[in-house]
Structure formats: C-alpha cells, structure tokens
C-alpha cells in the first residue's frame, strides 16, 4: 500500500512540473532577426565598404550587448538593443548594394562614354 501511494505521489508530482514547464512563458531572447540580418550584411560584403562595416560592426555589439543584457534580467533593454542591432544590420546591407549598384552604373557610364569614342 505504501508503495501504491508512494507511486501516485510520484507520478502526481512528475505531472505537476511537466504541466508547470509546459504553461511557462519563454524567457529565451529571440535574437534570430538580428542574427539573419547581420549575416546577410556579410553575405553582401557589408565589411568591404566602410560605412556599411561601421553598422554591421554596430548590429554585432549591439546583439552581444542584448545578449548581456538578458543574462542580467533587463529584458526591455535587450529588445531595445535588438531592435537597433536589426536596423543597422539592414542599413548595413543596404549600404553595400547601394555601394555595387553605384560601381556598376559607373561602369556603365564609362562604356558608353568609349563607345562614344569609338564611333567619333
């Protein structure tokens, strides 16, 4: 009989903090926008034109400034802080196709300018 109750004790108890860990809200920070943004800014080769490496290099202390942050409970702070991490990650990106979309247009503009030589 003892073991009986002891069992049902036990299982009662194994149910209870299954039930409690599943109704837990996540304390976890969701880091993943700022993450994806800061590897699409190195993708693009964001660290070859210097003002798209200056936010890159910010969005990178920003998430670990986030990270940092939660550890210590701050959790505003850290959203905060991954709001800004995210945006210059996206200004980053911009940045460096806005930097090859300008080589290429100055390219262009020299080929037309031999052509132009070419046909005189």
Do not use: Y
């Amino acid at each position: 009989m003892r073991t009986h109750l002891f069992f049902v004790g036990s299982l009662f108890c194994v149910g209870s903090l299954l039930l409690a860990a599943g109704c837990a809200t996540s304390t976890g920070l969701r880091t993943e926008a700022s993450t994806s943004g800061i590897r699409a800014a190195e993708e693009v080769g964001a660290s070859k034109v210097p003002q798209a490496a200056l936010h890159l290099q910010l969005a990178k202390e920003e998430l670990e400034h986030a990270k940092g942050w939660a550890a210590n409970g701050d959790k505003d702070r850290a959203a905060s802080l991954l709001l800004r991490a995210e945006a210059d990650a996206e200004l980053a990106v911009a940045l460096s196709r806005e930097d090859a979309e300008k080589s290429e247009a100055l390219a262009a503009i020299e080929r037309v300018r031999n052509l132009r030589q070419d046909n005189n």
